[in-house]
């Protein structure tokens, strides 16, 4: 069985961040999105991706649900 994954955008800061630091807290294992790398806080699996630009996401979407 795969391990369960949360996908939380913007986990680079602000509210993204903080759900991304609680769900690891409580043994989720977190897959982040965002434009810019978050710090060494992060033990998840970290996927750089600009969610404005739609190929790109939907590029990311497809190797995150390959994996996860």
């Given at each position: 069985?795969?391990?369960?994954?949360?996908?939380?955008?913007?986990?680079?800061?602000?509210?993204g961040?903080?759900?991304?630091?609680?769900?690891?807290?409580?043994?989720?294992?977190?897959?982040?999105?965002?434009?810019?790398?978050?710090?060494?806080?992060f033990?998840?699996?970290?996927?750089?991706?600009?969610?404005?630009?739609?190929?790109?996401?939907?590029?990311?979407?497809?190797?995150?649900?390959?994996?996860?």
């Amino acid at each position: 069985m795969t391990e369960a994954s949360t996908l939380v955008t913007g986990v680079s800061k602000g509210i993204g961040r903080a759900i991304a630091e609680e769900l690891t807290r409580r043994g989720q294992h977190v897959v982040g999105v965002s434009r810019s790398k978050p710090g060494d806080w992060f033990k998840g699996t970290f996927v750089a991706v600009d969610l404005g630009d739609a190929a790109a996401t939907d590029d990311a979407l497809k190797d995150i649900l390959s994996r996860h």
